[in-house]
Nanobody
């Protein structure tokens, strides 16, 4: 069982930056692919980024490439999402997710989800 707790959300102006954190419980954090997803009002939950257990491979949704960076610190059981050049359309609840299988994360079907953190970007 893995428990995930996100933090770092908030209100920011367009063009600004935020860093989200997701702290995971458990002793096998490095064996999990970690992902970030977001859900805007009235829309489905969408994949944002993923990082493999070792941190060597990362994946991004096209609209965030070059603006967002996913990283992890396995010693701290934490995954991060650095968000730069934020746009109003980035406004959403952001969720952290974990699964032992990369495909399950990218296909929006991971085993574990956090509770979400709100990110609001004002124009």
């Amino acid at each position: 069982q893995v428990q995930l707790v996100e933090s770092g959300g908030g209100l920011v102006q367009a063009g600004g930056s935020l860093r989200l954190s997701c702290a995971a419980s458990g002793r096998t954090f490095s064996s999990y692919t970690m992902g970030w997803f977001r859900q805007a009002p009235g829309k489905h939950r969408a994949f944002v980024a993923a990082i493999t257990g070792s941190g060597t491979d990362t994946y991004y949704e096209d609209s965030v490439k070059g603006r967002f960076t996913i990283s992890r610190d396995n010693a701290k059981n934490t995954v991060y999402l650095q968000m730069n050049s934020l746009k109003p359309e980035d406004t959403a609840v952001y969720y952290c997710a974990a699964d032992s299988d990369l495909g399950s994360v990218i296909s929006r079907n991971p085993d574990y989800w956090g509770q979400g953190t709100q990110v609001t970007v004002s124009s």
